[in-house]
């Protein structure tokens, strides 16, 4: 079945930086890939979503990039705010959704 | 849009009693998954129903875990006896499907179980 590796697993950065965050997958089938934020006592919710036919994709300070040869992608946060702490998942699906381990986020004002 | 619904929010029971959720998911989505959520991981799926039929149950516990969808809309989790590993957010998930895949992907709040 597909495998999806994460990484980092926390990253801090200082409010306005960047944060990039990056994933692997192994099925070359896999043709969808959404990223989801976690906040504590919250279910994840969707923040931006990349389909297979597509390079990158950008939607205000969030971007995805996806390079389907090497299969990864990342996501991108730009001018980071202390709100955008939290937990960052990254998933790929085919038949069904395979979700990485979770990147932990905190952003120091 | 009203969200996915779940309850209870918290539950904690002891070793060997049983447990179960409910979930209502985004009206008129056809697909429900119900997901595993340990501390520190993220969500693995558990069971996944299309209307009122199961899809995939592979990862299921199914000596202790089972699931029902009745009627192709809401759905309950019930575990039977609960083990200590047990311990876990349960995360229910709703979509509707289209040739080209998932659309409207949406997750509840969760359940959090504590077994003491």
């Known amino acids: 079945g597909e495998n999806v590796e994460q990484h980092p697993s926390t990253l801090s950065v200082q409010e306005g930086d960047s944060a990039v965050i990056k994933c692997t997958y192994s099925?070359?089938?896999?043709?969808?890939f959404p990223w989801y934020k976690q906040e504590l006592g919250k279910g994840p919710q969707l923040i931006i979503d990349?389909?297979?036919?597509?390079g990158e994709k950008k939607d205000q300070r969030i971007a995805v990039t996806l390079n389907k040869t090497a299969k990864h992608f990342s996501l991108h946060i730009t001018e980071t705010q202390p709100e955008d702490s939290a937990v960052y998942f990254c998933?790929?699906?085919?038949?069904?959704?395979?979700f990485g381990s979770g990147t932990k986020l905190n952003v120091k004002p | 849009e009203a969200g996915v619904a779940q309850s209870p929010r918290y539950k904690i029971i002891e070793k060997r009693q049983s447990v179960a959720f409910w979930c209502n998911p985004i009206s008129g989505h056809a697909t429900l998954y119900w997901y595993q959520q340990i501390l520190g991981q993220g969500p693995k799926l558990l069971i996944q129903f299309q209307n009122n039929g199961v899809v995939d149950d592979s990862q299921l516990p199914k000596d202790r875990f089972s699931a029902e969808r009745l009627k192709g809309v809401d759905s309950t989790l019930k575990i039977q006896p609960a083990k200590l590993e047990d311990s876990a957010v349960y995360l229910c998930a709703s979509s509707s499907l289209s040739p080209r895949g998932s659309y409207g992907y949406t997750f509840g709040s969760g359940t959090r179980l504590t077994v003491v």
């Open positions: 990349i389909r297979s036919n597509v």
């Open positions: 099925d070359s089938a896999s043709n969808y």
């Open positions: 998933a790929s699906n085919f038949n069904k959704f395979y």
